[in-house]
């Protein structure tokens, strides 16, 4: 029974896509069976996993609208072990078509719970938003992983990140919890990256990752490859950290 983790923070640019691609490449790659879910209409998890998005004929959308089952429209990649729930920028359509379905929260979930027992972790990428297609991946998820770039006003909107979590726990999934917060984009020539780092291990105190992923230039190339970062070059820095935050968070347990 897979464990499903959805990796959201409502900004953009702070790494939630890389941080889904290669996390889930590096647990496939040590073993597991991950399937990873584009709710993003970017589709920026599916093209960074090489799925050319012109030539999909169905993605999430066609799972949260039309009940197609998911099996259906998963695909694999050239990670062994891999498998995506692409999007495509159909979804966008899906954030205002959700509004008045019946369950509209819920439609994630109901899909999850077809395809769980197939993998061992399911991660979701969310888009840069509070919408309702963030509210379906913490409604489906067992915990979340906020990723936080090392950078000035990393904390800002991180209330309203929160609040929407609670909100989530009392009305929609209260085993919600949170898995860890990754830090992203450190700079270790900067006091400012290292200041960052101190005040959200103070905010979320033993909750934050000894993995924090540095700026590397190999992790932003790889996604014009279609390849996550362990194939594009598996000796980079971005690749060791993302291989040590995959072994933390299968040592939170399954
Ligand atoms: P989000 O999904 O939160 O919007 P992305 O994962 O797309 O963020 O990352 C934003 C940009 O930063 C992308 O161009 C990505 O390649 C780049 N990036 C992410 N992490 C790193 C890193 N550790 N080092 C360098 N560039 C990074
Ligand atoms: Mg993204």
Do not use: W
């Not at 919408?131 to 950078?151: F, K, M, V, W």
């Amino acid at each position: 029974m897979a464990k499903v983790i959805a990796i959201a923070n409502q900004k953009g640019g702070v790494a939630k896509t890389t941080t889904a691609v290669n996390l889930g490449a590096c647990m496939a790659e040590l073993g597991k069976k991950v399937l990873l879910v584009d709710i993003d209409p970017q589709g920026n998890a599916s093209s960074g996993l090489g799925i050319s998005r012109v030539e999909l004929e169905h993605c999430i959308y066609d799972v949260l609208i039309n009940n197609m089952p998911p099996a259906s429209v998963a695909k694999d990649t050239e990670i062994k072990g891999l498998t995506i729930i692409p999007a495509t920028i159909q979804l966008a359509g899906a954030e205002i078509e959700l509004v008045s379905a019946i369950s509209r929260e819920m439609k994630l979930k109901k899909a999850i719970k077809e395809i769980r027992q197939d993998y061992d972790f399911i991660l979701i990428d969310c888009p840069p938003s509070l919408g309702l297609l963030t509210l379906n991946a913490l409604t489906a998820a067992d915990t979340l992983i906020i990723p936080i770039q090392c950078e000035y006003y990393a904390l800002e909107g991180l209330g309203q990140l929160l609040n929407t979590v609670q909100l989530v726990q009392k009305h929609l999934n209260p085993q919600l919890e949170l898995e860890g917060v990754v830090l992203t984009m450190f700079d270790a020539r900067t006091n400012l990256s290292i200041q960052v780092v101190d005040e959200v291990k103070n905010h979320f105190k033993g909750k934050v990752f000894s993995s924090i992923v540095p700026r590397n230039v190999r992790l932003s190339e790889a996604p014009s490859h279609g390849k996550p970062v362990i194939t594009y070059d598996p000796k980079s820095r971005g690749a060791e950290v993302y291989f040590e935050l995959a072994k933390e968070v299968m040592e939170n347990g399954q």
